[in-house]
């Protein structure tokens, strides 16, 4: 629960409005070879793509980032919980290992305080 409640505080048209959902942020950090990672993350996500994306597995925002040692995916989900079922779905692992991606070094998932500008 955020903040006491089941409500995710949101800022639009500079006021605060609540959501009623409990939202959370999905980092996962992938150490390698940062050429190979991105190769892979694209061949996955052209994939997940063409299956109809993510979106209806409760992701609501992705952003993909690579340093010079890993590749990071950050993204907001509607809950904890569907970020797990996905990750660790049969699916999403045979996908990933299908087109050379590997498991994430480190999985973080934070409850999300805010989101601005909105979703």
């Given at each position: 629960m955020l903040g006491g409640g089941p409500f995710c505080p949101l800022?639009?048209?500079g006021q605060w409005v609540y959501r009623s959902?409990?939202?959370?942020?999905?980092?996962?950090?992938?150490?390698?070879?940062?050429?190979e990672l991105t190769a892979a993350y694209d061949r996955a996500h052209e994939l997940i793509g063409q299956r109809g994306g993510a979106?209806?597995?409760?992701?609501?925002?992705?952003?993909?980032?690579?340093?010079?040692d890993a590749l990071y995916i950050i993204g907001v989900w509607e809950s904890a919980d569907h970020i797990r079922r996905r990750w660790v779905s049969d699916e999403m692992?045979?996908?990933?290992?299908g087109v050379g991606f590997p498991e994430p070094t480190e999985l973080t998932i934070l409850d999300l305080h805010v989101i601005e500008p909105p979703l």
């Open positions: 800022v639009t048209g959902i409990v939202a959370a942020m999905m980092i996962a950090t992938f150490v390698g070879d940062v050429d979106a209806r597995f409760g992701e609501l925002r992705h952003h993909c980032a690579t340093s010079d692992r045979s996908l990933l290992a």
